[in-house]
């Protein structure tokens, strides 16, 4: 089984590949979609700071 280079694990880019590897290459994608629904459904004051955003990129 491939692993990532000494280098590279432990970081995001490593984990991507080791992902894709293992035939996950969507997580990103999900990730991406989960955070938009819950940030759809919070008010935006409380979605900037629970998820480290500005006020006005939560209010998109």
């Not at 089984?1 to 995001?12: I, L, N, T, V």
Request: aromatic residues 2%; hydrophobic residues 50%.
């Amino acid at each position: 089984m491939a692993r990532c280079s000494r280098r590279r694990q432990g970081s995001a880019e490593g984990l991507r590949e080791r992902l894709a590897q293992l035939g996950l290459s969507w997580v990103l994608e999900a990730r991406n979609g989960a955070l938009s629904a819950l940030a759809a459904q919070l008010p935006p004051v409380l979605a900037a700071d629970q998820l480290g955003l500005s006020i006005t990129a939560a209010a998109v």
